[in-house]
């Protein structure tokens, strides 16, 4: 499975969001899945224990223009060591 599919899973209801899996696409924009501070929080953990990375502190703040291909970018630069 890749990276970017899983990180999707985690962003869906089958994870901590409230989205199923095919509306979490790329382009779409965190705040328009429902994410606020406190979900993208659970989000981060998830993505910590799942890929065994520490999410870059630089990387904590979501903002209105934080797209679902911005986390997986950030996850993907972390597996090459961050």
């Known amino acids: ?27 779409k924009l965190l705040f328009e899945l429902g994410f606020d501070s406190l979900r993208f929080m659970e989000l981060v953990v998830l993505i910590e224990e799942t890929f065994a990375i520490a999410f870059p502190d630089q990387l904590l703040e979501v903002g209105a223009t934080t797209k679902v291909s911005d986390i997986v970018s950030a996850v993907e630069g972390c597996l090459k060591g961050c």
């Open 1 to 27: 499975m890749s990276i970017a599919k899983r990180i999707r899973e985690l962003m869906s209801v089958e994870g901590c969001g409230v989205f199923p899996v095919e509306e979490v696409r790329s382009d």
